[in-house]
């Protein structure tokens, strides 16, 4: 049937088009085009507006409240107000489907890490009746605007207390035609071999050989690419701080990333490990982060924040021997971490950089390397039961080998990890 109209609707459309003097009109046509098609994007507009809004939950642990990941102009910012739908009817061009419809005031939540640039990551809280189940929620500027609105599915419908994953990376933005393949391949294997089944990865660009990589881990089922097209919207700014590195939004919505993925894999994944691309949370003590968890969990029962520290290893420092400079690795781009045994110590009265491994359904606002807000306590992990290997410049390059720490935790895993990563990189056409 809807084959059938199509092309008429088309035909409409282009006249409709041609007839409107409203952009917004335009824009809001072409996306339901969009939808109906390929992969939607993961930002959009707020109608009639400068605001952005990426995805809805329901959050039990808020009354079964709807959330909507956002990503608010705080100058700009009025009131806002939800419109709770029930699509009963498939959307159409001219009819949003919704049976009923209620609209209502949102309590607007601004997180407090927005490192004063003009957007930030933000929460739109749309509370609903226990007796009205929406599926679908928009938000609008106004109190009296129900038609054309943008409307966002309402994922996390119901609870659950079994989960496809154990342990699932949120890798918040690739950026910058990032192609640092070696390293990357090398990470997602020995991830792998630690326990690891699911990474996420926010794409904003990455350069030609990653690509390869993230089609090949996509194919392979390990990977989910979530396309992050934020600089279509915004200016994203390269850093944290405004002053040296302007724009619109903290490190290409980083912030927002990290938060999206909490709730996207609230019920997929008993635990989310919140790193950087190439950082990589390593158990010392046990043998996978199954194994550790369990510990950690027996001593810590209701903990659902687990922080651990992270060291630099520097790229400039390499293994004397050359034991891993091996040839079939010398035409793929990027860093060796296997050749970057040494690690920076700690410095005395200087903050300790971390990140996380938390339980989803234990956090409600995240920021990069602590949460914002949380149900039960948060543990800091003993460095020398787990910590971060993170191979990248050095922050204390002035430093010489010999006052560097010693730390070939790697290298344990030589035998089965080698031929995983030839064997990836075969199939991604990287290997001569
Ligand atoms: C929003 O709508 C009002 C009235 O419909 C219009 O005057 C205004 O320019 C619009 N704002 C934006 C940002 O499109
Ligand atoms: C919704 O929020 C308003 C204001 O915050 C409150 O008065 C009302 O009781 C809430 N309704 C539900 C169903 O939670
Ligand atoms: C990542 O994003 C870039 C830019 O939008 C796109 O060209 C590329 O195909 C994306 N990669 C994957 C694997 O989705
Ligand atoms: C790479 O893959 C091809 C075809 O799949 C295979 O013939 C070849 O032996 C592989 N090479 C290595 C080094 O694994």
């Not at 700009?76 to 699509?87: D, H």
């Not at 550790?292 to 659902?304: F, I, R």
């Not at 390059?397 to 995983?420: A, C, M, T, Y």
């Amino acid at each position: 049937m809807q084959r059938f109209f199509r092309p008429l609707a088309g035909l409409f459309i282009v006249l409709f088009i041609g007839l409107a003097r409203w952009k917004w009109e335009v824009i809001s046509i072409t996306d339901l085009y969009h939808e109906t098609t390929i992969s939607p994007e993961t930002i959009q507009h707020i109608h009639n507006s400068s605001h952005l809004m990426v995805s809805a939950f329901k959050d039990h642990r808020r009354g079964g409240a709807i959330r909507v990941i956002s990503i608010l102009r705080r100058s700009a910012f009025k009131k806002l107000y939800c419109v709770l739908c029930v699509q009963a009817n498939a959307r159409t061009e001219w009819d949003d489907g919704c049976s009923q419809r209620v609209s209502s005031e949102a309590v607007v939540e601004i997180h407090s890490d927005h490192f004063g640039f003009p957007y930030g990551t933000s929460d739109i809280l749309c509370n609903s009746s226990s007796s009205f189940k929406p599926t679908h929620v928009a938000i609008s500027m106004d109190p009296i605007t129900v038609q054309n609105l943008r409307y966002l599915p309402i994922q996390n419908q119901e609870t659950k207390d079994s989960f496809k994953y154990s342990f699932t990376v949120c890798i918040s933005n690739l950026f910058g035609e990032y192609n640092n393949a070696l390293q990357f391949v090398q990470t997602m294997e020995v991830y792998k071999l630690i326990g690891i089944q699911r990474v996420v990865i926010y794409n904003t660009s990455s350069g030609p050989d990653v690509e390869k990589l993230l089609k090949y881990y996509s194919k392979e089922g390990m990977l989910e690419v979530v396309p992050w097209s934020i600089d279509k919207f915004l200016k994203p700014s390269h850093g944290w701080q405004p002053q040296e590195s302007p724009g619109d939004l903290h490190y290409y919505g980083q912030l927002t990333t990290l938060n999206e993925c909490i709730y996207r894999h609230m019920y997929q994944s008993q635990y989310l490990l919140l790193n950087d691309i190439d950082e990589i949370i390593m158990p010392y003590k046990h043998a996978s982060l199954g194994d550790l968890m369990d510990t950690l969990q027996t001593q810590h029962h209701d903990a659902g924040v687990f922080i651990v520290e992270n060291p630099i290893f520097p790229k400039t420092q390499f293994d004397e021997r050359g034991r891993f400079s091996r040839r079939e690795w010398q035409n793929v781009p990027g860093i060796n971490i296997l050749e970057h045994i040494y690690r920076e110590p700690d410095r005395k009265g200087v903050h300790k950089p971390t990140k996380m491994i938390i339980n989803p359904r234990s956090v409600e606002q995240t920021s990069v390397h602590s949460v914002l807000k949380h149900f039960g306590p948060s543990i800091n992990v003993q460095f020398d039961v787990c910590h971060i290997i993170h191979v990248r410049v050095p922050l204390q390059g002035s430093l010489h080998k010999n006052q560097l720490h010693v730390d070939k935790k790697l290298w344990e895993f030589e035998k089965r990890l080698i031929p995983n990563i030839n064997l990836a990189l075969n199939e991604s056409g990287l290997l001569m």
